[in-house]
């Protein structure tokens, strides 16, 4: 077909990058059945943790999976548990004020057309997770980044923010633990937030997905649930019971109670529109629940490995900077030598077979010469794929 005369695609996709190096080499990798230490991983589903095989196969099973009775808010026995699991955290919260959806980034679609006309702009972490850049463009919204200061371990710089927010700004995205940082949001940073938010017209989207997993004590509990301003909560399965393919997450919606009736009444017809959860996945997720303490326990005591591998290879690395992380499934490591981290990323993986994230795909300055590790990975892996680093170096 001749293009110039096809139908135009909508201009959303004006973003789209060309091919980049390394997926290129993956891919030859791929064709050559050439291996390599990925240290990207972070598919819990790939790195070898032992899930309750029967029983989570055994719940998806329920008669009543055959029947279609749909709830646009999720089903109510989804969403109590739901409100279980933070009663055990600590947190009241209804069931009413929970809406799932079958993935986090579908829960942040849905709250950007709730809240977004075409045009209008999120507020984005930087670094931070790179797909918020692309649900924007895809729901239509603009999106800028504000920075965490490295300096203050990545909390939020509000000279940047503050110069960031313009009267189209309605939506600021937060992640706490922050991927890829492991940094935390802290009470201080909330009360701010929460001047910002009431002065500015500005809702709160906090990511709180990898909050169950935490390396060091939080000093900081934050009721994001109870406040009297706008903050959605969004989590779910994906990273709680390590399970990203049974497509369950929610959001929790905080704020006024005006506010909150009209803000429901919305929700509930964007979910009415999709209703995209499955049925034997809500009905399977109190049993779920349940193994939540199993599988974390794994993850936490690989992530707790890997650190414990991470620290002797800084040790014996001093001109690598690395932070520990406070929570989360991700490490950062910077040093001159990883400059330019894409050539860096590529040459490594050409030369060692080691595939690491190149800093600036979540937001680092390229002068920062960072790179970006997944801290899920099989431990044995883990230490080989920083000692070819190290060879490499
Ligand atoms: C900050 C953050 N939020 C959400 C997700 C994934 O969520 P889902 O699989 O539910 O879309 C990830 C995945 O890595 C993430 O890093």
Redesign the pocket.
């Known amino acids: 077909m001749d293009l110039e005369n096809a139908p135009r695609f909508s201009d959303r996709f004006e973003f789209i990058p060309g091919e980049n190096d390394l997926y290129s080499l993956l891919e030859s990798f791929k064709k050559a059945g050439q291996d390599w230490i990925d240290l990207t991983i ?1 598919n819990p589903t790939k790195v070898g943790l032992v899930y309750p095989r029967e029983a989570i196969l055994h719940s998806l099973e329920k008669p009543e999976s055959l029947e279609y009775d749909p709830d646009p808010k999720g089903t109510l026995n989804a969403r109590k548990s739901i409100a279980s699991y933070y009663k055990e955290k600590g947190h009241t919260i209804s069931e009413e004020d929970l809406f799932l959806t079958s ?5 942040y679609s849905y709250l950007i057309k709730l809240l977004c006309n075409p045009g209008e702009e999120v507020l984005i972490p930087s670094p ?2 790179p ?1 918020f850049e692309f649900l924007s463009l895809l729901d239509g919204a603009e999106f800028n980044s504000y920075k965490l200061d490295q300096s203050e371990g990545w909390k939020i710089d509000f000279e940047d923010l503050n110069s960031k927010i313009t009267n189209k700004t309605k939506i600021l995205f937060l ?1 706490s633990p ?2 890829p940082t492991g940094s935390l949001l802290t009470s201080e940073e909330f009360e701010k937030l929460k001047v910002i938010s009431k002065t500015k017209k500005i809702t709160l989207v906090l ?1 709180e ?2 909050s169950d997993y935490l390396h060091k004590e939080n000093p900081h509990q934050i009721d994001f649930f109870h406040t009297d301003f706008p903050v959605f909560v ?1 989590n ?4 709680i019971l390590a399970l ?1 393919q049974m ?1 369950l ?1 929610w959001i929790h919606v905080g704020g006024p109670t005006n506010w909150k009736k009209e803000c429901k009444e919305r929700l509930e017809i964007i979910s009415d529109t999709y209703l995209s959860v499955g049925t034997p996945i809500q009905l399977a997720l109190p049993e779920l629940f349940q193994w939540r303490n199993m599988i974390q326990s794994q993850v936490l005591r690989r992530i707790g490995r890997n650190l414990q591998v991470l620290e002797s290879f800084h040790s014996s690395h001093p001109n690598i900077a690395y932070i520990s992380p406070k929570g ?2 991700y490490a950062v490591l910077q040093s001159p030598s990883f400059l330019n981290d894409e050539e860096f990323s590529f040459r490594l993986l050409e030369k060692e077979k080691v595939l690491v994230h190149p800093g600036s795909m979540f937001g680092f300055e390229e002068d920062s010469g960072s790179i970006v590790i997944s801290l899920i990975s099989e431990t044995e892996l883990f230490q080989s794929g920083l000692e070819k680093i190290s060879a490499f170096l």
């Open positions: 972070s993935s986090s980034s579908e829960a931070g997770y797909l992640v922050n991927n990511d997905v990898f969004v779910g399965v994906s990273k990203p497509k997450s989360g499934w």
